[in-house]
C-alpha cells in the first residue's frame, strides 16, 4: 500500500523523505517543478488544492502502471480546517465596502471538495468523490467510512486520507491508495502514517 | 432494507414537513428581491427565513440563542422536530449516529463584524449540534458542495448497511450570507428574477436558506410501508471544478449505477437539480436522455426555495416522498417552455402519479454527481 | 512596460497566476482564450474583476467580455475608450 505525508517542512513517500530545501507554500511549488511540472493549473489553486495536488501526484508516481482513465477509483479525503484557509482570502476580497471586489477564482475553491474534483480532472476519474469534515484527526472514522465505500460495486479502490490546511504555511497532508480487500489497511496503520 | 422513519423540513416557508408540503402545493414560494440585505451592493433574489425568525423558534423550544450560531440553530430545530416523531430512539447509542451536510455552516463567522456565538468550524458546529441532543458517536460533516445532502444520505445508508450502525440522523442545512451571495454574484451565477428551471428564458439561479432531516433504520423485508432507500452512487466528470460536463458524463454516470438492473418505466419521477443556470439544465438534460429518462417525469423544487445548498439533497428527497404519498409530481414553479436541446418530461402542473418509487439527482461545484434510487415499501 | 499593453499583460499574468508565463510569451494579436493560455471560463470572471477594480469598467454581461478579451490588442482598445481611472 503506497503512502505520502507531506507536512510543511517535510515529504516522505513509502517511509523515504524527499530532500527538500524549503518550507510551507514555496516548498509545495519546488516540489511540483521538481517532481511534477507538467500542469500549470497547478499554480491556479489555493493553499489546500496544491497541497493535496502534490500529495496526489508523488502517491500515483509510486503505482506502475499509473492508472488513469477510470470510474473504478474514488477519491475520498477528509481534514478539520474544510476549505476555511481560501474562504479566509475569499472574506478578503469582500470585507471593505470601499474595496470590494470579490474573486470569482477565489471563491470557486471555497469548497473542500474541490481537491477532489482537481485530482479526478488530472487523472480522470469518474468515479466517487467526496470529503468529509471532522473536528478532529481520527483514524478509525476514516478508515470506516473507506471500507463502506466499498460497498459501491464500481469502486475497486479508494485515494484516501487527511488533507488539512489551516493556512498558507501550516498544512498536513497524508495519502493512501487502499484496493478492495486490502488487509493491512487499518486505523493503527493510517495512525503510523 | 433501510427505511425513512421520520423527517422535517425547515423552511421559510414553514417549520414542519406537512405545512412546506402544503405550501408548495398551493405554488408558494419566499423568494423576494433582497435590496441592502447584509451590506451586499447589488440587489438580489432569494428565498430567506424572516429576521429573527430562527432565533424565536428556538427560544421557544428552549434553546439559547447565545449559545447557538444561527445556522447550529436551525439544524437543531430541524432534527428537534424529526426526533420528536420517533422517541424510542436512543440518541445517545454506540449504534446512533448523525451526519451533517452543509457547505459554508458558520462562514459568516469569518465577518471581522460577526458578533454572534460560535466559529467558522464545521466541527465545531457539528459538535454543538451533537451534544445538544447526547448523541455520543462522532458526528460527520459530509462537504461535497451542492450534493452534499445526498452525499450524506449515502454515507448513512452505508453506515448502516455495514452493519456499523442501526439508526442514523442526517441533517442538512446551509444559512445565505454576504459570503455566499456576493461569491455566487462574482459567477455571475444569480437571476435577479424567481428562477426559470428548464426554460428557454431561464437565467440562474437564486439561493436559499432551509435545513431538512431525515432519519433512516434498518428493518426487514419491504411490507412496512415506509420510503426505502434503495441505492445510492456518487461519480465525478473529471471535467472542469466549476463548469457542468458538457456530456452530463458525472450525472449519467451515477444515474446508471443506482438503476442498475431496474425497470425504467417503474421510475415515477427523477427529481432533478434544475438549479436554472443555463449549463447546469442543459447537463441535466443530456445525462437524462442518455439514460433514457427523458420520458419520465420530472421535476425540479428549486422554483419554491431556491437553491438552499447543503439542505438541498434532504429537503427535496423528503419532499419529493410526500408528494409521491399523495400521489403527486409536483409542479417545477417557474417552468414555461422546454429550454433544452434534450426535450425533457417537465410540466409547471402538478401531476397525478401511481408510481412509487422515484430518482433524487444532484450536481455541484468540484464535478461533483450524486444520485439515489427510493422506494416504498409494500409497493409492486 | 510602459505601454497598456503590457501593462495589461503583467495584470492578467498576476491576476490568473500565469506564473510560467511572462510579458513576452503574450502576443499582441493573440486569441487570450482557446490554445495558448489555456485560460477557462473563471478566468474570463476574473478579468470582469480585474477591469473593474483597476479601470473602473463595469462589465455586467459576461458576453461582452467574450468580445473584449479576444487578444491584448482589442482588450488595451477598449480599456483606452472606456476607463474611469
Known sequence: MNWVRVRKDSVVINGNMLATESTGQAMLKEVYKKCIGDYPKFFKMDALCRLGFVASELLLQQESPRVVNTEHRAVILFNRSSSLCDDRNYQETIQDSDNFFPSPAVFVYTLPNIITGEISIRNKYYGETLFAVLKQFDAREIHDIVCEAFLDSMTLDVITGWVDCESDDDFEACMLLVARDENNFTPEFINEI | MIVKIADNITSPLGFDTATNYAAVLEGRSCLKPHEDKWNVPEPFMASLFEDGAIAKRFSAIGGNVHKYSRFEQLCILSVALALKQVPHIDVASKRTALVISTTKGNVEALDSNYSGPGNEYLGYSAQMIAEYFGFTTTPIVVSNACISGLCAQIVAMRGIESGRFDTIVVVGADVQSRFIVTGFQSFKALSHEECKPFDINRQGLNLGEAAATVIYQKVEGENHNCWMAMSGAIRNDANHISGPSRTGEGSYRALRAVLEGVDISQIGLVNVHGTSTPYNDEMEAIALGRMKLDKTPINTLKGYYGHTMGAAGVLETVLSMHALDHGIVLATRGYEQCGTSIPVNVSAQHRNTSAMSFVKLLSGFGGCNAAMLFKKGGAA | ?85
Open chain 3, 1 to 85: 512596460m510602459d505601454n497598456l499593453q503590457d501593462i495589461l499583460k503583467q495584470q492578467i499574468i498576476d491576476a490568473l497566476n500565469l506564473e510560467e508565463i511572462e510579458i513576452s510569451d503574450i502576443e499582441n494579436d493573440a486569441p487570450l482564450f482557446g490554445e495558448g493560455l489555456g485560460l477557462d471560463s473563471i478566468d474570463a470572471l476574473e478579468l470582469i474583476v480585474l477591469l473593474e477594480r483597476n479601470y473602473g469598467i463595469k462589465i455586467k454581461d459576461p458576453a461582452v467580455g467574450k468580445e473584449i478579451f479576444k487578444s491584448v490588442n482589442v482588450l488595451a482598445d477598449y480599456v483606452s475608450k472606456n476607463r474611469t481611472k
